[in-house]
């Protein structure tokens, strides 16, 4: 999830009422929806780095609960001699901690409920687990939470230049519990929407085959289109879903065949920067180029773009000679590259 939201979820959670138990509720609330992200200082060392440790400890169980107390305690610690101030509530640590700690484990969710996906009981465990409810950045959620926590204060200011009397303070926390609804009920929308597109999904053959692994992405505007993504032994297939509709429309389909197993195909899989990336992958497709004297090697993880859809999103490239030896390593996203590593 983009960061504008999670400080929005993290500002409308403390003017939800948290703000009214502790000093420094909504301050901390916004911190701590965004602290997980701290891990963005893998990227000082290539964002293959930050590929492998993005959404890591960080985003585990046990790390939002870390970094939850670390954010309370630091903030009692420079608040606790801050004089009071009327209207006020007092430093509370048992509030605060509950504060940090929820803003955290939100950002945990939220990261959760994207295709991106998280890994939330490591150390124990790396698997990659995601709900691909919503896309990473969703236009409806942020016009949610700017207009739940944003028309009080524009109501406010009107009726103050009318004259009218000042009204009581609670618009501000009526307005982000509006806001905090209308988040969950997307959810819910979506929820019910991806469950209908997974079950047409698998409902079908392809390629006379069944399916090995099905999975629905959510699309940016519209939470009942989704896009479909088929592996079965020999190919991947995407094609749109509508989960309003009465069944699949496969007109639109595109089958990208899986290549057969070659020493090229494997010495590129066994690169420092393919590793990475296979472990992170849902539905990686290879395609292999063989050129006069080099071959090169891409790997796209068809979860987020496909060839021929105006967008190359994650991808690898492996540039190696005839005798298999790696000239170049390259991960793009975008069409930009992000790192590049000497073998």
């Not at 539905?283 to 496909?306: C, H, N, Y």
């Amino acid at each position: 999830m983009d960061n504008v939201t999670h400080t929005l979820v993290g500002i409308a959670l403390g003017r939800a009422g948290f703000n009214r138990k502790t000093r420094y509720a909504t301050l901390a609330m916004a911190i701590g929806s965004n602290l997980p992200d701290v891990d963005i200082v893998a990227a000082w060392h290539g964002s293959i780095n930050y590929l492998r440790y993005h959404r890591a400890i960080t985003h585990s169980l046990i790390g939002v609960t870390v970094l939850g107390w670390l954010l309370a305690l630091i903030l009692y610690l420079f608040g606790r001699r801050a004089r009071p101030k009327p209207n006020v509530p007092l430093l509370n640590m048992r509030w605060l901690i509950g504060a940090c700690w929820l803003s955290t484990a939100m950002h945990l969710f939220m990261d959760y409920t994207n295709q991106y996906g998280v890994r939330p009981f490591l150390p124990f465990s790396g698997k990659w687990i995601a709900l691909d409810l919503i896309p990473i950045v969703d236009p409806w959620l942020l016009l949610m939470l700017v207009l739940g926590l944003g028309m009080p204060v524009v109501l406010r200011l009107v009726s103050e230049e009318v004259g009218a009397k000042k009204k009581d303070s609670r618009g501000g926390q009526r307005g982000a519990i509006i806001a905090l609804c209308g988040m969950v009920f997307l959810w819910v929308v979506a929820g019910f929407s991806h469950l209908r597109a997974v079950g047409m999904i698998e409902s079908h053959l392809y390629g006379g085959e069944n399916a090995d692994q099905v999975g629905a992405f959510p699309s940016a505007l519209n939470p009942f289109i989704w896009t479909g993504v088929v592996e079965t032994g020999s190919a991947f297939t995407m094609f749109p879903v509508n989960s309003l509709d009465n069944g699949l429309e496969l007109d639109e389909e595109r089958t990208f065949p899986k290549p057969k197993p070659s020493p090229v195909i494997l010495a590129a899989q066994h690169t420092t920067t393919a590793k990475i990336f296979l472990n992170f992958a849902r539905f990686p497709w290879t395609q292999v180029d063989e050129g006069i004297e080099m071959d090169e090697v891409t790997i796209r993880d068809l979860r987020f773009a496909s060839p021929g859809s105006g967008r190359s999103g994650f991808m690898v490239e492996v540039l190696m000679d005839k005798n298999l030896k790696v000239l170049k390593q390259l991960f793009t996203f975008g069409g930009r590259t992000r790192t590049s590593d000497q073998p």
